[in-house]
């Protein structure tokens, strides 16, 4: 197991090919509520952050963010398009890419495989997600409702999605 694991690591493009695989079937799991829907697409976006090299990781979702913007339709109850990155939406798919990032500069700089370290790490992840849409829903409606909106719904899933990533990615990793 850990050597076919270890080959498919090894492999960039299938890598990507996977997290954009990830990110699309997360994200069509989806409780559509509005203006932003609870998707499972954070979970894609955890696992992606917590097992991938930091190149991979930003080659997925950047492939992922381009795909959809060119109108294919991988994002939210099978959507696409520019539209879609410009909606109230777009600060959390552009937060990907930030948590991504974040997220492999920390495993990078603190080279860890402990499920707390993961778990701080799938926070940290988390909450650039949030801060990214938080600050884009600002351009739609006030802070305030864009915190009551953009954030609240979405603090006790993120934290559930967080514990069972960062938990199960920690199990794996030992």
């Known amino acids: 197991m850990k050597l076919a694991l270890q080959h498919i690591k090894n492999s960039s493009i299938l890598t990507t090919v996977i ?7 997360c994200a069509q799991v989806s409780i559509p509520i509005q203006p932003v829907a609870i998707t499972l697409h954070t979970v894609a976006m955890l696992v992606i952050g917590l097992t991938f090299s930091k190149a991979d990781a930003i080659r997925s979702v950047t492939s992922y963010l381009m795909i959809g913007a060119l109108g294919a339709p991988v994002f939210a109850n099978f959507s696409g398009g520019i539209a879609k990155l410009i909606s109230p939406a777009g600060g959390y798919y552009f937060g990907f890419l930030v948590a991504v990032w974040l997220m492999c500069s920390l495993r990078e700089r603190f080279s860890t495989t402990n ?13 650039a997600l949030y801060v990214c849409g938080i600050l884009w829903l600002c351009a739609y409606m006030s802070p305030d409702k864009a915190i009551a909106v953009g954030l609240m719904p979405f603090i006790i899933p993120g934290l559930v999605k967080s514990v069972f990533v960062a938990s199960i990615v920690g199990y794996v990793k030992k």
């Open 19 to 25: 997290g954009f695989s990830l990110l699309f079937f």
């Open 115 to 127: 499920t707390k370290e993961m778990l701080l790490i799938a926070f940290a992840g988390q909450t």
